[in-house]
């Protein structure tokens, strides 16, 4: 069979993605054929921070003005740059010249400042990629949670929990868990928003007038339990009394991910026509000068889980 080949975006370029990338590469050498995409002249300034591996082709845009240029900066030049290797990126999955994809990280400030309306990587690629009803995966070796609303203000949480999206989230999460790892029959917990799960109505109406009705509706076709409060349906989640849960804002789940293990923790977007994963972290541009501060392990993980994905796709 032959190996996967798995396209890595190098994110914004004043960030730690180029650090991390050449961190990672010589632990995951024999996985895979890796396809880098950024700028090959800021690359060369971290690539000998380890002997790199052979089995790596680098596309370089060269959309990054070398004059100037300096790790942890802040300009439009680079959120524009970010944008290209995404969309460079698309090219090359719809070329079937890369199987799936893993993308460093990137700011919505800085690509903001650019003049280009982004709103987070899995936004970006469902308007690219016409997919709607896209899910949030965030994983680590302990737990799996789904989002049911991302990057929102959490005063505007309950007004996003509606029947329909959690419907749709409901659905993909359970069509990608058996997908993407092979889980004949996922079983989900869904967190109530409110605490305790709202206590029957006592805080909260959520939970009585949208979750519970959901639920019952498809408890003969889904394998699902809940709502129950968070705190205890993510540590059934660990305790592998569950396959997934479903989170109803971000915050839930990733506090949850960063205390049990934030090294593996990763990104995934479910509902895309190609894997597509990422690290659990941001670009860290306070530390982007101080490449041995860089810690490559989610992207490790992040890399790992794309192809083992990519792999379970051909069994399929």
Known sequence: MNKIRVGITMGDPAGIGPTIIAKALPQ??????????????????????????????????????A???????????????????????????????????????????????????????????????????????LLNKYLKIALLTRHIALKEVPLNIKRKTLIATLKTTYLYLKKYFLIKNPHLIICGVNPHASDNGLIGTEENRIIKPVLKKFSKT??????????????????????????????????????????????????LPFIRTSPLHGTAFDIAQKPDLADPHSLIAAIKVCIRCTLNLRKD
């Not at 995409?37 to 591996?53: C, T």
């Not at 690629?125 to 997919?131: I, M, N």
């Not at 109803?248 to 995934?268: G, R």
Request: proline share 3%; hydrophobic share 45%; net charge positive.
């Open 28 to 65: 995951v050498k024999n996985l895979a054929e890796f396809i880098i995409i950024g700028d090959a002249r800021v690359f060369k300034r971290v690539q000998n921070l380890q002997p790199l591996p052979q089995n790596y082709r680098f596309i370089d845009l060269n959309n990054v003005s």
């Open 222 to 271: 889904l394998n699902l339990d809940g709502p129950l409060s968070a705190d205890i349906a993510l540590y059934k989640v660990a305790k592998r009394e569950y396959d997934c849960a479903l989170a109803m804002y971000h915050d839930q789940a990733l506090i949850a991910l960063k205390l049990t293990d934030v090294k593996s923790a990763v990104n995934m977007t479910l509902g």
């Open 67 to 137: 004059k100037f240029f300096s790790f942890g900066k802040i300009k439009a030049e680079y959120g524009r740059a970010a944008v290209e290797y995404l969309d460079k990126a698309l090219a090359l999955i719809k070329a079937k010249e890369i199987d799936c994809l893993v993308t460093c990280p990137v700011s919505k400030e800085v690509i903001g400042l650019s003049g280009i309306n982004f709103f987070g990587h899995t936004e970006y690629f469902a308007q690219r990629c016409g997919r709607k009803n896209l899910v949030m995966l």
